[in-house]
């Protein structure tokens, strides 16, 4: 990888993804005085953390959580984000249940998910719209864009979903230990198409907004207007079940829009004023790796993401401090 006539960018590490994990590792060695940079190839930081805005002329907008939903928490070093999320305004309790309460809060967006990451990020050296093409190692790692910027740092986090990991290291010639090989080629993930349905009244879902719906084609709807994060606009998001949407993957927008629309129809209540439909390709890990994030010892490159140890947000958190905790150990800051 030739880097001549291209300047290039140093830093104490390179975050590839700008996910909550990622977020999460990079803030925590931020804090620790290291010196980050974190790339992420979307128009937006979040990674599933995703709020969209869909408007029907200046009276009717729309907001969606169109990704993860809510999040609960369990392990008290999660509890400690969770705190500072609450004492800032960033999030707010949704519900204690859906169907029925069980005294446990669901949390969201006090404006939508993706504020969670912007939260996360505020303090941060996040790059979007950057696509990692190449990496090399020789004492430092080097790392080259798709617009030819390149960047170097002692260590590498990446926190994609694993089989992008494992092709850009593929594209890299960087052959991993084959049994930690093997594990990763394991991780495989379920795929969720997502409808953004604008409507043109209340939707008929049940208070507090949310609800699983047992259904061939749908597996979630939740109303954003009840859910407090859409008040200028009644904006329903849809997610289909994984075997629908393995199936319809490649049929076209109206197709699938119709089917799950149809499916949905009791639920709505509504004529659909406009809406969008999203393709999450890696929308939850089915299998795992058995901790909580890879840190290889041949040289300093560390993986982690909500596949290292739970399919929610909580999960991603975790592995994201693991990850943070074994970056500052290289460096010999206090962890």
């Not at 140093?10 to 590839?16: A, G, L, P, Q, T």
């Not at 999040?71 to 999030?91: A, G, Y």
């Not at 993957?249 to 639920?267: G, N, V």
């Not at 999960?315 to 010999?332: E, M, N, P, Y």
């Amino acid at each position: 990888m030739s880097s001549s006539d291209r300047s290039i960018t140093n830093s104490d590490c390179i975050v590839i993804g700008g996910g909550i994990s990622g977020l999460i590792t990079a803030n925590i060695l931020h804090q620790k005085g290291l010196q980050v940079t974190v790339l992420d190839k979307g128009k937006g930081i979040g990674g599933r953390l995703a709020t969209r805005r869909i408007s029907q002329e200046e009276s009717i907008k729309g907001v969606f959580d169109y990704g993860t939903q809510y999040f609960t928490v369990e392990n008290p070093q999660f509890q400690v984000w969770v705190d500072d999320w609450l004492k800032h305004n960033v999030i707010k309790e949704w519900c204690q249940g859906f169907r029925e309460a069980d005294g446990k809060p669901r949390y969201c967006g006090v404006n939508g998910t993706r504020e969670i990451a912007k939260y996360v990020a505020k303090d941060l050296d996040v790059q979007t719209n950057i696509k990692v093409v190449e990496m090399s190692y020789d004492k430092k790692w080097l790392v080259e864009t798709e617009n030819k910027q390149h960047y170097q740092a002692d260590v590498l986090v990446m926190t994609p979903p694993v089989p992008q990991s494992l092709d850009l290291l593929d594209a890299s010639l960087i052959v991993l230990p084959l049994d930690i090989r093997f594990s990763l080629e394991k991780i495989v993930y379920h795929r969720c198409i997502a409808i953004l349905a604008l409507l043109e009244k209340p939707s008929n879902i049940p208070a507090p907004g949310g609800m699983v719906v047992e259904d061939n084609s749908l597996v979630w709807l939740a109303d954003n207007y009840q859910k407090g994060i859409s008040p200028e606009g009644y904006a329903v998001t849809l997610h289909a079940t994984p075997n629908f949407s393995d199936y319809y993957w490649d049929s076209d927008d109206a197709e699938i829009a119709y089917k799950l629309l149809t499916s949905a129809a009791d639920y709505l209540d509504s004529p659909v004023i406009k809406y969008q439909v999203h393709r999450w390709r890696y929308s939850l890990p089915k299998t795992f790796y058995h901790e909580p994030c890879l840190a290889l010892s041949e040289f300093p490159l560390i993986m982690a993401g909500d596949a290292f140890v739970a399919p929610n947000i909580e999960g991603a958190v975790l592995s994201g401090i693991a990850a943070g905790t074994s970056v500052a150990q290289r460096f010999k800051v206090n962890s």
